[in-house]
């Protein structure tokens, strides 16, 4: 470690929260001028949110921030461009609207005059020649006709484009997610020579392979701190996965009783993605508790909303015989009903038997919330409160009381558990089991290792594939994320 | 796949490649107003003419302008609906004050200016729906123009009427006007840099506050530049009838959101068209009441079919549109 080149970023006991959780718990991280770092780490380890720190899109709530030795005052995304730091988010943050001249406009406040628009075209043309020969793209497409890939690589390529603020640092976040092969190769092999020339990088990818042959240096974080930081020499991939997951060897809970063959249970669903050809179907049977693993956002939850919706209507690869409950794991944006009462939003998957003639019987879905509400434990002094008068973790139990008093059979979770606290996340997980062995079928897609061990059967998905196919002997954390990543080269 | 199907096009110009989604959803507005045009001219060929021309259109003038300034706020993914109150209450300034009073007339229609850029600053920093405060404020100007004129009445200015009354030699004055009003919104918004960020702002305000622009800047130009030609446009519809009424302008809401719509334009995603949004005009100025006259429909039946026809105009927009996104 006797690196002599001058230090450009500093970031030092960076703390950041979200509400009760903790994203970020105290990270330190330097960056030398003309050097590129990996990043890598589990989804929600904190990686993005330090990323949106650095580029000045969120405020850290403790800790300090250096760039070239001077700490910045009110540190904004204009700031951060003016220090000559560019963010290729995750998220696409192009004006699908505008041209890709127009974006590139959008990025430098400089390109103004009569021939600015020419000016633009020529600036992203030449940064797009170089760092992605035979682009195909020209600079009057508008962003919205762009295929995903190369909207991708407009966007890398305007974060290089030099107008009159410099270029020190790019922080490239899943750069390659949306690239194929060649392409990636090409953006590749660019950074590595804007890395000669004294550009620094951050480069995050779970592409662990790419990470190891194109980066200098290693950072790996885990739950909001950094577990390791060491040269990308030290690293192989197996090192990566073990720094990543939970090392510690949990003692596996699993009791006599629930050791059960499978397949001895009715079929409750058959499903198959989409676009998988070949092996590979997601198989429940009643008093089962499946597990959809895998990467954040790679088909788990349009599985499951389409097996929710062949429970109503027939769909070609899909069985489904018993009727299906959902629990979202959007509580705001697709769960509760922000004006109801708890009673009301524990009752509305159950209209059907809380009716007395034409009406809602009162007194019944007052009865139906009071079970549910002494059974999982819902803290409340008054079932009849707004919904928002519980606390978040409070809310999700009312979402499961929902499902759980339903009449469904199956009950769909769509990783109902995030941002919940552990004591009521246990308290849920004996409640699964309880119904699991009354005979109700559980599929349930999580991010989170420690829930799929309450899983009898785990299927891992990767891009809208099933990749892994576990039994609960054979799951451990290695072999989910092993399976989670592509194999790289 | 796609990387396959697309040739390489780096040997194109910089400027002007073909692209043929985009023509084609640019070439939808002039195919509905060639539709009534063919429409008109079948019913009563005389109609197409310099004088005929003229008379039929000589309301899509203020309608266009309201159109324009309705466009500017949907480019923000907002909606105006107190654009038809606020043209009705320009009006009745134009028809007292201005002519009487220009000085205050002036400084009153500035103000209105002000007033619209003030309420993109509120709608942005409080976050309000922009369909609410409107709303509300079509009644604000509304109550204002009773206020200022309880009947109908007042006179234009004469200069006004003198402009309104131009015939140029071989195009007719409103379709030199719309052309005129088209290309002032189109290097306006579609051609200048700041133009870019205006539109970007509809179509990914994230990124454009990342880039670091104001957005509350942004909002407060929209709503300024639809200000100003709501202004314009009660200007031009008091130089054509000549005398003003409270509620003069009540229909242009619906002609102005329609005529966006109409003109290629969309509710959210800050894609608008100026040139779309004239034609859309014309089209809704040309359907409204020459088409069906000259279909000899009774005046009471005029509104309903009015209404009939802007539905199938605009369900068919929607089709083509969705056959074009769906090769």
Known sequence: ?489 | MASLSVPDRRGLPLIGAPNVPRLLRALLPALSLALVLIGIAWLNPRAISYFGFTLMLNLAVPIALATIAQMFVIAGNDLDLSIGAFVGFVGCVTATWLRDVPLLGIVTLLGCIAVYAALGALIHLRNLPSIVVTLGMSFVWQGLAVLMLPKPGGKAPDWLLEIMRLKPPLVPFPILAAVVIAAVAYVGLMRTSYGAILRGSGGNALAISRAGWSLLKAKMTLFACAGLFGVLSGLALIGTTTSADANIGNGYTMLSIAGVILGGGEFIGGRVSPIGAVIGALTLALAASPLLTFMRIPPDWQVAANGAILIVVLAARVLISRKDAQP
């Open chain 1, 1 to 489: 470690m006797t690196d002599t080149r001058p230090e450009l970023v500093r970031l030092s006991g960076v703390e950041k929260y979200f509400g009760a959780v903790r994203a970020l718990g105290g990270v330190d991280l330097a960056l030398a001028q003309g050097e590129c770092l990996g990043l890598v780490g589990h989804n929600g380890a904190g990686k993005s949110t330090l990323m949106h720190i650095l580029a000045g899109t969120a405020t850290a709530d403790r800790g300090q921030l250096a760039i070239a030795g001077a700490v910045p005052a009110n540190y904004a995304p204009g700031t951060a461009k003016q220090l000559g730091v560019r963010c290729v988010f995750q998220e696409l943050s192009l004006c699908p609207n505008l041209t890709v001249a127009e974006n590139t406009r959008v990025f430098h406040p400089s390109l103004t005059g009569f021939t600015w628009r020419r000016r633009a075209g020529r600036l992203i043309l030449d940064k797009l020649d170089a760092i992605f020969p035979g682009h195909g793209i020209a600079p009057s497409d508008l962003v919205q006709d762009l295929p995903i890939g190369r909207r991708q690589m407009v966007e890398v390529a305007r974060a290089f484009t030099v107008t009159d603020e410099p270029v020190r640092l790019v922080i490239l976040d899943e750069p390659t997610s949306s690239l194929d092969a060649h392409t990636a190769g090409q953006l590749l092999g660019f950074v590595r020579r804007a890395v000669g020339d004294g550009i620094s990088c951050i480069f995050i990818s779970h592409l662990l392979g790419e990470v190891i042959a194109n980066c200098d240096r290693i950072v790996v974080m885990r739950d909001g701190t950094t577990v390791a930081d060491a040269p990308a020499a030290a690293f192989d991939r197996d090192r990566l996965v073990a720094a990543m997951g939970d090392v510690e060897v949990h003692a596996r809970d699993v009791e006599a009783g629930h050791e059960r063959r499978r397949g001895q249970s009715p079929l409750r669903v058959r499903a198959r993605p989409a676009r998988q050809n070949g092996a590979g179907e997601l198989v429940a049977h009643e008093g089962e508790i499946i597990g959809l693993a895998g990467l954040a956002g790679h088909g788990q939850t349009s599985l499951l909303l389409s097996i929710f919706a062949a429970a109503t209507r027939a769909t070609t690869g899909m069985e489904v015989t018993a009727s299906v409950a959902l629990v979202a794991g959007d509580r705001q944006a697709d769960g509760i009903f922000p004006l109801w009462s708890i009673a009301e939003n524990i009752g509305v998957r159950s209209l059907h038997s809380l009716r007395s003639g034409l009406l809602i019987s009162a007194r019944r879905e007052y009865e139906l919330a009071m079970h549910w509400r002494d059974k999982i434990r819902i803290r409340t002094p008054d079932i009849d409160n707004n919904i928002l008068s519980l606390s978040g973790g409070n809310q999700q139990k009312a979402l499961f009381a929902r499902a759980l008093g339903s009449d469904a059979r199956i009950v769909l979770m769509d990783d109902p558990m995030r941002g919940v606290d552990v004591g009521t996340k246990l308290e849920v997980y004996e409640l699964i089991r309880a119904e699991a062995d009354a005979g109700r079928t559980f599929l349930w897609y999580t991010t989170e290792f420690d829930e799929l061990k309450q899983c009898d059967h785990v299927y891992v998905f990767r891009n809208d594939l099933i990749v892994a196919d576990l039994t609960r002997d054979e799951l451990t954390e290695q072999k989910v994320i092993q399976s989670s990543f592509a194999e790289a080269g």
